[in-house]
């Protein structure tokens, strides 16, 4: 909870509603950096502190102290105010959707990671999931191919939870995952991952994952295709509740 936030709304006479219209987001938004200390996108931040009269360090101090990666956190800042996420992945689970155990082994395998910070980023990670399970959660969509879930990640018991975990997960509303079965051959997925989010405002953004770091696309073009893209994916996926069948034959065979 930022109570530094709700002490500035308070003295400056100001309302989560008024302070959203000025600022220009939705007061579920504003409501966010309230209660779940959300820290807004840099123009917000300095918008509110505007509107509030008070100095953005006092408000939000410390932000550069943050766990996330630097390059990642103009992501971060898209991905918590979308009310929708659709996501592909190719080698991996979604970040969103990975067990503690899991992650800790993704992040490990990847030896790019210092074994000192693998903590660091793990917690992170673990950290961001918590949108999915906040009181106004974005719609979640993912893609992912059979062979992600076919490999074995941090070992048997390690994979046994994970799917556990994933088909307890689709019973959620508001998530939906669907599986590219093996025997499909050559499709958009190939190319690699990324993940496409929508604003309460319906704007559009990207993000494309590498070995090393990933890329916000926002542009017409960049956005067209990665849409193209995304309904390749989905067309060849099974439904979603074709997808937990199979999930809940997967599991046993990690058991």
């Known amino acids: 909870m930022n109570d530094a936030l709700r002490a500035a709304l308070a003295e400056s006479g100001h309302s989560i509603e008024s302070l959203a219209g000025l600022v220009g987001v939705d007061r579920k938004t504003v409501a966010r950096w309230i209660n779940h200390d959300h820290i807004p996108h840099p123009r917000h931040r300095e918008a509110a502190a505007g509107v509030l009269r008070r100095p953005i360090g006092d408000i939000w101090p410390d932000t550069s102290r943050r766990r996330e990666p630097v390059w990642f956190r103009p992501w971060q800042e898209i991905e918590r ?4 996420l659709r996501s592909y992945q190719s080698v991996v689970l979604p970040g969103l959707l990975q067990t503690e155990a899991y992650a800790r ?11 000192s910070d693998i903590e660091r980023h793990l ?22 191919n059979e062979a992600v879930l ?6 048997r018991a390690t994979m046994r939870e994970q799917v556990h975990a994933l088909i307890a997960m689709c019973e959620a509303p508001h998530v939906r ?9 050559a499709y958009a997925g190939l190319n690699g991952p990324f993940v496409i989010a929508v604003g309460a405002e319906q704007q559009i953004a990207g993000y494309l994952d590498n070995q090393l770091q990933g890329e916000v696309v926002t542009g017409t073009k960049d956005i067209t ?3 193209a893209a995304w309904e ?24």
């Open 81 to 84: 105010e979308a009310v929708s």
């Open 105 to 115: 082994a993704v992040l490990a395998g990847a030896d790019v990671i210092a074994r």
């Open 123 to 144: 917690a992170f990670r673990l950290a961001r999931q918590s949108i999915l399970t906040r009181e106004d959660p974005p719609r979640f969509t993912a893609v992912v």
């Open 150 to 155: 076919r490999r074995p990640v941090g070992g």
């Open 177 to 185: 995952v669907h599986i590219v079965p093996a025997t499909v051959g």
């Open 225 to 227: 295709a990665i849409l």
């Open 232 to 255: 390749n994916v989905r067309g060849e996926a099974l439904s979603h509740w074709q997808s937990v069948d199979l999930l809940t034959e997967m599991a046993e065979t990690w058991t």
